[in-house]
């Protein structure tokens, strides 16, 4: 035999690696860096694996999750679920077997997709103390539970069944694994009790019982009675396929014809949609799928990008919606008391790469959270909070990459802003594009950025407007404060002086105020109260009669049915959550109160209500807009009068009275005194 | 047939999911998210395989990289090496098939080692372009080079050929990959130019030829003509293997007895830790591996761990090297002419894992580097750049987590420091723990930060070291500056007002001065120069002769052959890289130059030279430091006993002449003007 040349002694080297044998090697890729790391990372695919199953039996889940110490170095972690169990025959796969699972073909959101998370697990556990993971699980029919100890052959990529076993078990069904690792147990920003407090607010349907190696015991319970609707698989939507992967689409269809492809195995196209695409790339409908070359598919990919589609149905995910996010927010946040929890803000569902996602954010101001700090980031994918790796995610990129100074927070350059802010940003779909098989971090795709930050944005517009509204009711309040302080005192000393008596100063008070004042009044001290109230007061301090007219705009839940009001309001429009009451005339000094009540259940901050007052213009007015142009409403003529006669008046610059005491009008940039009307 | 139960219809959607599809699906992970990034991973991928191929054969890597554009949204990617070849059927595999690779079981440091990075490239081109991968590769002893066209199919994990050919090639032996992708260029911080100007740094072997779309060409030279030793593959080493890694090494073992399962499994052990081990554990030695327990190699394991060993042979590493590190920083950096480069830091290999890995660091300072940024962080794992992840990468966390104030710098708590400094931190590892496939980051493992932070805290301490001698020199610079412009203006002018001649000052101002002072030239200036030259002048402005020693400390690599000194040194110790001087007897005013030459090509700053002085006490000497006790020499009687002299002298207070005029004594925070002696 002739000695070996380099390429082939090269190639003699060359060989097939094992996926087992790959992740053994790269674990950290799996989350097991390190065993405070590994711990968390085995809490989490257990717990994620556990809920999944519970609602895929339509059981609101009941999870337990205990961590005991082994010896000094290892700990055992148990996870029970009330889900519907496995099948015996399945035990080793799903365990003891890496890339295996039910989700990951099917196109709907779910915690885990990959078929990687516990058998990685079970494979940390087996390489770091080589003891077996102990599985206990039930399903309905059978009388009793399965038990199997298995380890993960990493060779192979298959479960080593140890031990198994039959053993009676009190619950009807469901599934309980227990593993002993090499880990750390510790408290904090990365720990399993963070990730399980996230868990729960994102969860409000999950109750979870948490017990520390200490004992110490913990409970979320169940804050929402109603199981999430189960997100349904449908098949990619065309806009955002690259042309290879309807390639394979095509290649790989069991459709009969073109006409069947486009209809069965795309989602959004309807029969006038799949008449179109055909028409544009020139098709009959009768081609066979499989036929397809290079060519004629990129014909087809541009005759499917040029015709308008449905955008993809958002059945296939299960976002967490507005109100509960809100109130899960409020669970957690109670003890701080934040001054301000921003309307959440739920984006249209997008499509990338053919599969469907959506953004939710919330955003949480002041109160007890530190002003000197950079905000509290609280990311979440699929309902499951992420923990670590914060810098490598696209939700930490895109905020730390806004301008947030317009939005009167500080900020380093490409740094999270600074401020007693939380921020909870939720990445719901059906192919969640993480940074890696631990599932820690989001990847920067550009359509999941833009709609971050588009949602993000909103939230922190919403934020400046509290903050700009702050700001205007501090300074009116401010001046209430001075002028009825001041002048009394004033006249008091002017009237000693002179030896006359102290004068009634109402009118000048009003004259010298001259505005119409809207206060805002919450149920915020009785939390006891079933139905909050909320309350709004508006005092005419001008000197003249004022015909008025309020308009509110509060969040879309709000005006549902339970919504009453005293005085009765003219119109309700639960579609646009907006409200009008009837014409008001207001005489100097009078004051008109609205009392509101909202559904049962629902708590609505004075920052909830969006105010507008038509009758006055902006510089008469306090605590309040006037009637911006999109509410298209018809005016009363008085009312159109009166305001144009009072911008007439403010028009007018006149010497402001009193300005040398109170400077005040500076800073609002307006004239608010005036003696000539 | 019964209806299904609801676990067995969950149980007939699990199934085993394709490696292919997996990562088709994620291709995010490995490095795909956009069209940016998605470029540069191509070249990447493409690029490492070919400089480890060139380094496999023995021969200096010579690459091209060619990018060019096809449509507004494709680019074709050209890479050509001139390694030794493929076999042509090995080509579908190394191309198109995951997972597949020579370097996965090999336990040596090599850029590539998952088997994953070009046939992810060849996947993404064909999903986003259904464009197959073009490959020539021609071995020596092959006539013409081997054509393939080739495609990855997913669902199988194999290669798609739909051409193949044979054709001449000018080529005695190399490989060349163009793959069509979707793919944007740009230049910046993550770009192709970054990424190859960065790997021209730390292989300063390779030469480097780039062709931008525009047509731009760009060649970074060879910087050195050495070839590094090809690192050598070991087995694991006993520290570090987790219990059940060994269970596994036991079981998949062909040694036919314990004791040649530790003689040839591991690395590190030598006879007599062989027989420790044996007796430790209670073991015989002809125990048959594959017989081992949980029990038994439990307490292998504990006698492996408590016996001392040899650290990992570091042959399974190919580091830099200090010397390289500085030339490819100097290379790159001209342009900003840095005031110093830190002597590079190269710490003793560790093992993590049952594998070796080693940090080097370099440190480069000033110049017209921003001081008002974060530093910045070139982050290199076995001589790769790392371009993205940042944020996630245990580099970064540990950098930033370190105490930045203690060595000078401005820093937020927790984020990078501030000021004009670039950071060299190179990790080697036969096995570097990524965070993802896409290997863009290094996950946090403790040993391997702990590694970091010493290394890059030796670097920040030279720093510190180099900042607090130039406050010194500029303090003495400017104390010359002083004495010297303001004394003869003093004199001139009392001369005058007396109408006597001016005196001489050259005492008055050495006794004022009352220190040796030290200066270092070096020949930075001309670079034409073959053996660059460092000079050193001792001056006595001092009123005394002094019996005077100089020692020189040097970077070990100058003190090696072709070291030379007039006047010529007592003692050279290439080891330890020290130099000693024979005494000598310094008059007042007098002077002594050194002369040293360096071996040709080497280049030394000032900063680089420690030099210590005996003879003078510390209070008496200016751009030195007295010598440390490490260096245990003898000194000449007379060397002694004028130190002592000068030490009583010093500690005695007197009121110092000129004080008032010159203020600088405050801030060196000791007294320089004495009059007693």
Redesign the interface.
């Known amino acids: 035999m002739p000695p070996k ?4 002694e ?2 003699s ?7 087992g ?2 992740f ?3 674990r ?2 799996l989350g097991f ?2 065993p405070s790391r590994a711990l968390l990372t085995t809490v989490k695919e257990a717990c994620d694996n556990s809920i999944d199953a519970a609602e ?2 339509r059981v609101l889940p009941e999870v337990l999750v205990e961590i005991s110490k082994v010896t000094e170095e290892r700990l055992k972690v148990v996870v029970e679920d009330n889900g ?4 015996r ?2 035990i080793p ?2 365990f003891g ?1 890496l ?4 989700r ?3 196109n709907r959101q779910a915690r885990g997709q ?2 990687i998370g516990i058998s990685a697990a079970v494979l940390y556990a ?6 077996p993971t102990h599985i206990v699980s039930k ?3 059978d009388p009793a539970a399965n038990v199997v100890d298995l380890l993960l052959d ?2 192979k990529n298959q479960a080593r069944v140890v031990k198994e076993d039959v053993q009676a078990w009190d619950r009807p ?1 469901g599934t309980r694994v227990e593993l002993v690792l ?1 880990a750390r147990y510790q408290r904090g920003r990365q720990s399993p009790f963070e990730y399980l407090k996230g868990t729960a607010i994102v969860n409000p349907h999950a109750r979870i019982v948490f017990v520390e190696p200490d004992g110490t015991r913990t409970t979320w319970e169940r804050a929402s009675p109603d199981l999430p609707p189960l997100a349904k698989e449908i098949p990619p939507h065309p806009h955002g396929l ?4 309807l ?2 689409m095509l290649r ?1 269809s069991s459709a009969k014809n073109l006409q069947q492809f486009l209809t069965n195995d795309l989602s959004g196209i309807g029969r006038r949609a799949v008449s179109e695409v055909l028409e544009k790339g020139g098709f009959s409908g009768r081609e066979v799928p499989a036929s397809f070359t ?1 060519e004629r ?2 014909k087809l990919l541009a005759a499917l990008k040029e015709t308008p589609m449905a955008t993809p149905s958002a059945e296939c995910l299960s976002p967490i919606g507005p109100m509960l996010i809100k109130r899960g927010l409020k669970n957690v946040l109670g003890a701080v008391r934040p001054e301000f929890y921003s309307p959440p803000v739920s984006r249209p569902p997008k499509v990338h790469a053919g599969c469907p996602f959506v953004v939710e954010v919330g955003l949480v101001y002041g109160g007890e959270l530190p002003s000197d700090q950079p905000i509290q980031l609280l990311r979440f994918a699929n309902r499951v909070p992420l923990l670590f ?4 995610c696209a939700i ?2 895109t905020v730390a990459e806004m301008d947030w100074h317009r939005y009167g927070l500080e900020q ?1 350059s490409g ?1 999270l802003p600074v401020g007693p802010v939380i921020l909870l940003v939720h990445v719901a779909s059906t ?1 969640v ?6 599932k820690e ?1 989001v ?4 359509d999941l950025t833009r709609e971050i930050e588009l949602a993000v944005q909103a939230a922190a517009r919403n934020m400046k407007l509290h903050l700009s509204r702050r700001t205007r009711r501090d300074q009116a309040m401010e001046k209430f404060t001075i002028i009825q302080k001041i002048l009394p005192k004033m006249a008091e000393k002017a009237s000693g002086i002179v030896q006359k008596p102290v004068p009634d100063l109402t009118r000048v008070i009003t004259r010298i105020m001259d505005v119409v004042a809207v206060e805002v009044k919450g149920t915020g001290e009785d939390p006891t109260k079933a139905s909050p109230k909320t309350t709004i007061i508006l005092t005419n301090y001008t000197a003249r009669n004022r015909p008025i007219e309020l308009f509110l705009e509060l969040p879309l839940e709000a005006t549902k049915e339970g919504f009453t009001s005293e005085p009765k309001p003219e119109t309700v429009s639960p579609d646009l959550g907006r409200v009008t009451f009837p014409l008001l005339k207001l005489a100097p000094n009078a004051k008109a109160t609205y009392t509101l009540t909202w559904p049962t259940g629902e708590e609505l901050e004075p920052d909830d209500v969006d105010i507008y007052v038509a009758g006055v213009d902006e510089a008469h007015l306090l605590g309040a807009d006037p009637l911006p142009g999109d509410w298209d409403v018809r005016l009363p003529a008085a009312l159109v009068e009166a305001a144009e006669d009072a911008q007439i008046a403010a028009a007018r610059p006149t010497p402001a009275e009193g300005e040398e005491e109170v400077d005040y009008d500076a800073a609002e940039g307006k004239e608010s005194v005036s003696d000539e009307e």
């Open positions: 040349s380099l390429a082939e090269l190639a080297k060359q060989k097939a690696i094992s996926i044998e790959f053994e090697r790269n950290q890729i860096d390190n895929e039996g519907p169990g496995i099948l025959k399945q796969n799903v077997r890339l295996y699972g039910s990951f073909y099917s990959q078929g087996g390489l770091t103390t080589a003891t399903v309905e029919e990493t060779q069904h090499k690259e042309l290879g992967e390639d394979q790989r290079g598919s990129e790796q914060q810098g490598a930490t990129q380093k740094a192919k594009p993480f940074t890696s098989e631990a971090a990847a920067q795709t550009e």
